[in-house]
């Protein structure tokens, strides 16, 4: 669902609006439906840059393991953080980027 929460459009599962709406205290009014594939190959800025991927936008991309049981109905993809993550990563070509060292902690990437 395309949803106005009065300060930006969201999109979030449409089972989920008013859950979200009720956790954020804030009105989300639907002005607009559409499928999750709908999305798959558009673009948006990323809000953390990702060295290993040029350009400063990500794309939509879809995974059989993305459901509205809970959070928003959208999950980001990192191929180098587990394995749907990293199968994802492998059917749409992406680098399994991992700027983290065997401490948890983060490198210079």
């Known amino acids: 669902a395309v949803v106005d929460s009065g ?3 969201l999109i979030v599962a449409e089972d989920l609006v008013d859950e979200l ?3 954020f205290d804030t009105p989300l009014n639907v002005i607009g439906l559409l499928k999750g594939e709908a999305l798959v190959g558009t673009t948006y800025s ?4 990702n060295n290993a991927i040029p350009g400063d936008a990500s794309v ?4 059989d393991y993305i459901t509205s049981e809970g959070g928003t109905g959208l999950v980001h993809t990192a191929p180098g953080h587990g394995q749907d993550d990293y199968q994802t990563g492998l059917k749409y070509d992406l ?10 902690k983060f490198t210079s990437e």
Do not use: H, N, Q, T
């Open 7 to 9: 300060e930006r459009k």
């Open 21 to 23: 709406a009720a956790k």
């Open 46 to 49: 990323r809000p953390v840059p």
């Open 60 to 63: 939509v991309l879809g995974g």
């Open 95 to 104: 680098p399994p980027f991992s700027p983290v060292d065997a401490a948890g």
